[in-house]
């Protein structure tokens, strides 16, 4: 008789178990199938990336004279060329591979920026309003009035053509996203009651905007942050097309494209490849942010 009511009593415990926030988050990402896909892709690109200099076989900038548009291995059977080679004789796989680390670095780099900025700024307009609300706003207003991928260009025309211009210029395209959603965010937690107590017994604004405030708006940022990273890998891979990103012979994926534009029917292989990697990241990328939407939201979970 004791042992079945000890039985019972740990199953009406067990009932009321709340799981820690990290475990329901992850179980409600992993009911996602198409979001645990896409985070083993990228977790497998990230490896790559890293090991880069392990797993390439060639260096991705060495010219081989007499293997120049080499096709790949089950084309010509030629094992010391997996993917093939470029019309400059450059092992493509070796340049795949470091392009990784590089397209990886440029959306982590513009995301942080734009990222820190963006929410500095959207917590100064939601939470103080007033002339500081309206300066703010009406300067996001103006960078959104114009094409991203054109600001871009017409910032890099002023800073120059190169990599780190590129990335600058991205994350200032990519700031007024964040600040738009951090502002929305912050004025939508300002009527709360939590945040009105606090106001209440004195709470200073600093407090109220980094502690009490801003944890509030980190689901939708997430979210944000992993749409700004696919955007941001596929802005400076656009502008490497049009040769105002990384130059040559930087082993980028938007280069590389560009390189192999004019050798479309002649050698595909030089131009398939690197649109597959951007469009494989690009795919992995959104889908962990959709998962990370649905496991977020309350009204989206299952």
């Known amino acids: 008789m004791n042992n079945k009511l000890v039985k019972t009593q740990n199953i009406e415990k067990d009932e009321f178990v709340v799981p820690g926030p990290f475990k329901e988050l992850w179980q409600s990402f992993y ?66 591979l470091y392009g990784a680390r590089i397209s990886l670095t440029i959306g982590f780099s513009v995301v942080t920026v734009s990222l820190i900025i963006g929410v500095g700024l959207g917590l100064i307009s939601g939470y103080f309003r007033g002339w500081a609300d309206m300066i703010i706003m009406r300067v996001i207003d103006m960078l959104m009035a114009l094409p991203s991928l054109l600001l871009a260009i017409a910032l890099i025309a002023v800073l120059g053509p190169s990599l780190s211009n590129a990335m600058i210029a991205v994350a200032i395209v990519e700031i007024p996203s964040f600040t738009r959603l951090t502002r929305a965010a912050v004025i939508q937690e300002m009527s709360k009651d939590y945040v009105i107590a606090s106001e209440i017994i004195g709470a ?32 400076c891979a656009a502008l490497g097309f049009l040769g105002m990103g990384a130059q040559a012979p930087t082993a980028e994926w938007g280069t590389m494209l560009s390189d192999g534009r004019s050798l479309l029917q002649r050698a595909p292989w030089v131009i398939h490849y690197p649109g597959m990697c951007i469009f494989i990241t690009l795919l992995s990328i959104n889908l962990i942010g959709d998962g990370l939407r649905d496991a977020l939201d309350p009204k989206l979970k299952r």
């Open 31 to 96: 009911y996602n199938k198409g979001a645990v896909l896409g985070l083993i892709i990228i977790v497998i690109l990230v490896f790559l990336a890293l090991f880069a200099p392990l797993i390439a076989p060639h260096s991705p900038i060495e010219q081989y004279r007499t293997n120049f548009l080499q096709a790949p291995v089950w084309v010509s059977g030629d094992w010391n060329f997996i993917l093939g080679t470029d019309d400059v004789g450059r092992d493509i796989l070796s340049r795949l």
């Open 204 to 235: 200073r604004s600093l407090r109220q905007m980094f502690i009490n405030i801003l944890p509030n708006c980190v689901p939708p940022l997430i979210v944000q942050a992993c749409l700004g990273f696919s955007g941001a890998i596929l802005a």
